[in-house]
């Protein structure tokens, strides 16, 4: 089935229906943990050429992208690999990535790839200010106030990648990605219209406590957004790490462009005290 959740509209965050639209994004937090947006500030122009852009890169001849390879890349922020692993995995993953790391922009920067390395800047630099209303919104919530002076505590460390899900001759042998939960604070994913994004419902809203997953579908335009591990924690559980996973498809190959935002390494890996203090007591 697909998640039926009509994307929220982050544009209405700077109006009159703040209140409304900033319940809609605590609520999916609280519930699926996965929830998408639109109007999020990020020119759809700069999202259709990153998504072309990831083609672009799985499409160079191998030895072009070989020297992004984890044991030969400029820099350990840089990885270039596969998730098909016969020598070490049970579940082959049916995947290609490349992994940009950055602590400091600038000086990070100069080891990313140069055929991607542009359009990746943009995207982390447009959607900086969404990230930003996002977790307003969520720590908020908590009762944390989030300013210039905590944020990059939260969010600092931060992580591109481009996935590129080939042509799977078949489908049903394998898995784009397994289930998993990702760590750190928020995903902001870029998805192109193939679908495949599955998420688990968690048992609080599925009714007969069966295991069930539900799509993501591709809306274009808009983004995918998702708690991580380290929100969950922090929230004490109020908000929900969804395990989710990516099927393949034999007809065309797919890519997918995510943000990965984690906090600086020096936090704690604890609930809040403010939740806390609000909760009475530690739930995990
Ligand atoms: C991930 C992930 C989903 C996707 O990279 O952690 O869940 O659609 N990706 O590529
Ligand atoms: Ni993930």
Redesign the pocket.
């Known amino acids: 089935s697909k998640c039926e959740i009509p994307p929220i509209d982050l544009s209405k965050l700077d109006g009159p229906e703040h209140d409304e639209v900033a319940n809609q994004i605590v609520r999916a937090a609280e519930t699926l943990g996965f929830f998408q947006v639109v109007n999020h500030g990020v020119p759809i122009q700069l999202l259709d050429s990153l998504k072309q852009t990831a083609h672009n890169f799985f499409g160079l001849p191998a030895e072009r992208k070989a020297v992004y390879r984890k044991e030969v890349s400029p820099s350990p922020l840089v990885k270039y690999g596969t998730s098909f692993v016969p020598e070490k995995e049970k579940a082959l993953e049916w995947k290609d990535y490349i992994s940009m790391g950055y602590t400091n922009e600038n000086e990070a920067l100069q080891q990313w790839p140069m055929e991607c390395r542009d359009v990746a800047l943009q995207y982390l630099k447009t959607s900086h200010e969404m990230v930003k209303k996002l977790l307003d919104v969520l720590m908020a919530n908590l009762g944390v106030e989030l300013d210039d002076s905590n944020i990059d505590a939260f969010i600092g460390k931060k992580m591109v990648?481009m996935?590129f899900?080939p042509t799977c001759p078949n489908p049903e042998l394998t898995v784009?990605?397994g289930r998993?939960s990702?760590m750190g604070i928020l995903?902001i994913?870029l998805?192109d219209g193939i679908g495949?994004?599955h998420v688990k419902v968690p048992e609080i809203i599925d009714m007969e406590k069966k295991e069930e997953w539900v799509e993501i579908p591709p809306i274009p335009g808009a983004l995918v957004i998702n708690i991580r591990d380290m929100l969950q924690i922090w929230s004490n559980g109020r908000y929900k790490s969804a395990e989710?996973r990516?099927r393949t498809t034999s007809t065309k190959s797919r890519v997918?462009i995510?943000i990965?935002t984690s906090p600086q390494a020096t936090q704690k890996v604890a609930p809040l005290p403010q939740v806390i203090e609000k909760d009475g007591i530690s739930s995990l």
């Open positions: 990648n996935n899900y784009g990605v998993h990702d995903t994913l998805q495949g994004l989710h990516v997918s995510p990965f």
